[in-house]
T-cell receptor
Framework: NAGVTQTPKFRVLKTGQSMTLLCAQDMNHEYMYWYRQDPGMGLRLIHYSVGEGTTAKGEVPDGYNVSRLKKQNFLLGLESAAPSQTSVYFC???????????????FGPGTRLTVL | AQRVTQPEKLLSVFKGAPVELKCNYSYSGSPELFWYVQYSRQRLQLLLRHISRESIKGFTADLNKGETSFHLKKPFAQEEDLAMYYCALKAARQLTFGSGTQLTVLP
């Protein structure tokens, strides 16, 4: 199993450009997440999805959109990139189990995005 | 809303010295707490979780509900412990992360 993969690994954008980050998981997990990681601020949740066709806002959703058309994929879009969106983006997935069971969140390798 | 606080951004210890990375939380429910580790340019990976009361790579963490803390400890630091450590609290199938502590081990 590849686990959680992210495409691309690196990207440089100019202000105002758009792009889509792809996250894929082959573990048949229901839940998927997008975080951004910034120095001194840890990981902050952007958007998440509890299943195919559903999405929800996290802590810092502004400027981002997401889609979960297929269970294994979770896309993060930036319609008009801004320098404040320069960050490292991590995708994660989580399985669901019986009530009270522990489920580990698995992370992708990250995408380093720079907006000039 | 839940909150996780890691008061130290940077922590340097000498090889062989004890390590303690602090984590405090606020949450109205019964907390599930975790420590994640991120080695240089690698993805985050789970280090340990409080419900299992396990020791991983020599690290342990005890949940203290009275002090709302979940500090990570290791009796003897090793050079390979160099990494960023994140404390996280799980609620409603979401993880809330602290801001992280960068651990450096000095020779």
């Amino acid at each position: 199993n590849a686990g959680v993969t992210q495409t691309p690994k690196f990207r440089v954008l100019k202000t105002g450009q758009s792009m889509t980050l792809l996250c894929a998981q082959d573990m048949n997990h229901e839940y998927m997440y997008w975080y951004r990681q910034d120095p001194g601020m840890g990981l902050r949740l952007i958007h998440y999805s509890v299943g195919e066709g559903t999405t929800a806002k996290g802590e810092v959703p502004d400027g981002y959109n997401v889609s979960r058309l297929k269970k294994q994929n979770f896309l993060l879009g930036l319609e008009s990139a801004a320098p404040s969106q320069t960050s490292v983006y991590f995708c994660a997935s989580l399985s669901t189990g019986p009530v009270g069971s522990y489920n580990e969140q698995f992370f992708g390798p990250g995408t380093r995005l720079t907006v000039l | 809303a839940q909150r996780v606080t890691q008061p130290e951004k940077l922590l340097s210890v000498f090889k062989g010295a004890p390590v303690e990375l602090k984590c405090n939380y606020s949450y109205s429910g019964s907390p599930e707490l975790f420590w994640y580790v991120q080695y240089s340019r690698q993805r985050l990976q789970l280090l340990l979780r409080h419900i299992s009361r396990e020791s991983i790579k020599g690290f342990t963490a005890d949940l203290n509900k009275g002090e709302t803390s979940f500090h990570l400890k290791k009796p003897f630091a090793q050079e390979e412990d160099l990494a960023m450590y994140y404390c996280a609290l799980k609620a409603a199938r979401q993880l809330t992360f602290g801001s992280g502590t960068q651990l450096t081990v000095l020779p």
